[in-house]
């Protein structure tokens, strides 16, 4: 089928055909802003090349700008977003906007994401163990803290203590991971846990407390009247 010259596609115009190879066609064509350029036939029957191409070219700002905006509207309407919140891309539940971290890359500066689920992303990332598998772990500690026994106190979920003789302390493996701490527990046992000596001055300080062998020298303070 023969394409004539001056036929259109959006904003092209063809000027000749330069190869064909097998069903493939490319044809020559002029854009509306006077550049030029070589397109298949079969993008420009569908639609997939509208202009030039180049940078400067304003029907290809048009065409991107459109096609940014139809992309948002898209996931837009998919997230069910609206001035109160939207849905979550991970645990697909709606939330407020309160749930979701500021991101100045999107257009209404909040991210896809909420709080919740980065969260446990960054600890799959980092412990290699995901939410379930916490919940597991958290289930048979009996929802306390292995050390001390007792719940977290702070508004946040029981850390994930590990040897940091093997990945070091800012990453874990599923072979370095000792259980689920409280805060409290957690930077205690990360203090002493390198320092042999900081154990053992510990367990020295609770035996000799050394404030009774001063205060047994100690003759009892004497107070004295002071006029009114």
């Known amino acids: 089928m023969d394409v004539p010259a001056g036929t259109r596609f959006k904003n092209l115009a063809i000027v000749r055909e330069v190869e064909r190879v097998g069903p493939n066609r490319r044809f020559l064509c002029r854009c509306d802003c006077g550049g030029e350029t070589v397109k298949y036939l079969g993008n420009l029957r569908g639609g997939r090349s509208t202009s030039c191409g180049v940078f400067s070219c ?33 645990c697909g539940e709606w939330k407020a906007w309160a749930k979701f971290p500021n991101d100045k890359r999107r257009a209404n500066g909040k991210g896809s994401n909420c ?87 510990f367990l020295d300080y609770l035996v000799r407390r050394p404030f009774s062998s001063v205060s047994a020298g100690l003759a009892e303070p004497v107070l004295e009247d002071v006029a009114e």
């Not at 837009?76 to 919140?85: I, K, Q, V």
């Open 115 to 201: 709080y919740d689920c980065n969260n446990w992303r960054l600890t799959k990332l980092y412990f290699g163990i995901g939410k379930e598998e916490w919940r597991q772990l958290h289930d048979a500690q009996g929802g306390v803290c292995a050390l001390c026994g007792e719940e977290e106190k702070r508004d946040a979920r029981l850390s994930i203590d590990h040897d940091h003789s093997c990945c070091g302390p800012n990453r874990a493996c599923r072979g370095c991971i000792r259980g689920l701490l409280c805060d409290l527990c957690n930077r205690m046992l990360g203090h002493a846990e390198q320092r042999a000596a900081v154990r053992a001055r």
């Open 58 to 90: 304003p029907h290809r700002r048009n065409t991107a700008a459109a096609g940014r905006a139809a992309v948002i509207a898209q996931r837009r309407a998919l997230s069910l977003e609206s001035a109160e919140g939207r849905m979550c891309h991970i």
